[in-house]
T-cell receptor, first 111, second 114 residues
Framework: AAGVIQSPRHLIKEKRETATLKCYPI?????VYWYQQGPGQDPQFLIS???????DKGSIPDRFSAQQFSDYHSELNMSSLELGDSALYFC??????????FGPGTRLTVT | KQEVTQIPAALSVPEGENLVLNCSFT??????LQWFRQDPGKGLTSLLL?????REQTSGRLNASLDKSSGRSTLYIAASQPGDSATYLC?????????????FGTGTQLKVEL
């Protein structure tokens, strides 16, 4: 069965650079979610999209933005990167708000 | 604000033992609760989803129960195996006002030894 795809899987950036993470949800899933998991921490909700419209927003810094495109894939854009942005970034998708399926994550390291 | 707590934080058991992981949440107005497994540095694998109207769900050697009124869920793992070693996370979805976002617990790190 198709799963959530995230790219890249690993990303190394320097402080103040910009990063773009991509997420391809499971086909026919209408909702995409982004979560951030810092080292030794539980995942924290960042933002979600339902049918290409932002549906909810969590503790997402103003330096971050996201969108969902017409083909339902989503991108998380992160600017002016800080050391504290180093984390695992997960994308998840669901159909009509039911069970969320998570991708393998993108490990971002900011040096 | 919903807070989710998991006890114990870490657990080490010998192979073959039955075990129970606990999850508690402060706001009982939930839509559903999910249990996940996470291997070190890896993604989250959904194990079980319990809707707020359900009392339990079973999948193979796993059984999850939900007592919404008391804000508790348990994950029962029967006949544990070394391959069960991982961190187990519970997460709740709010009934209203919070969209579909999940609030996660802090996890229980399980080690099953030979």
């Amino acid at each position: 069965a198709a799963g959530v795809i995230q790219s890249p899987r690993h990303l190394i950036k320097e402080k103040r650079e910009t990063a773009t993470l991509k997420c391809y949800p499971i086909p026919r899933h209408d909702t995409v979610y982004w979560y951030q998991q810092g080292p030794g921490q539980d995942p924290q909700f960042l933002i979600s999209f339902y049918e290409k419209m932002q549906s909810d927003k969590g503790s997402i810094p103003d330096r971050f933005s996201a969108q969902q495109f017409s083909d339902y894939h989503s991108e998380l854009n992160m600017s002016s990167l800080e050391l504290g942005d180093s984390a695992l970034y997960f994308c998840a998708s669901s159909a009509r708000g039911n069970e969320q399926y998570f991708g393998p994550g993108t490990r971002l390291t900011v040096t | 604000k919903q807070e989710v707590t998991q006890i114990p934080a870490a657990l080490s058991v010998p192979e073959g033992e039955n075990l129970v992981l606990n999850c508690s949440f402060t706001d009982s107005a939930i839509y559903n609760l999910q249990w996940f497994r996470q291997d070190p540095g890896k993604g989250l694998t959904s194990l079980l989803l319990i809707q707020s109207s359900q009392r339990e769900q079973t999948s193979g050697r796993l059984n999850a129960s939900l007592d919404k009124s008391s804000g508790r869920s348990t994950l029962y793992i029967a006949a544990s195996q070394p391959g069960d070693s991982a961190t187990y996370l519970c997460a709740v979805r709010p009934l209203t006002g919070g969209g579909n976002k999940l609030t996660f617990g802090t996890g229980t790190q399980l080690k099953v030894e030979l």
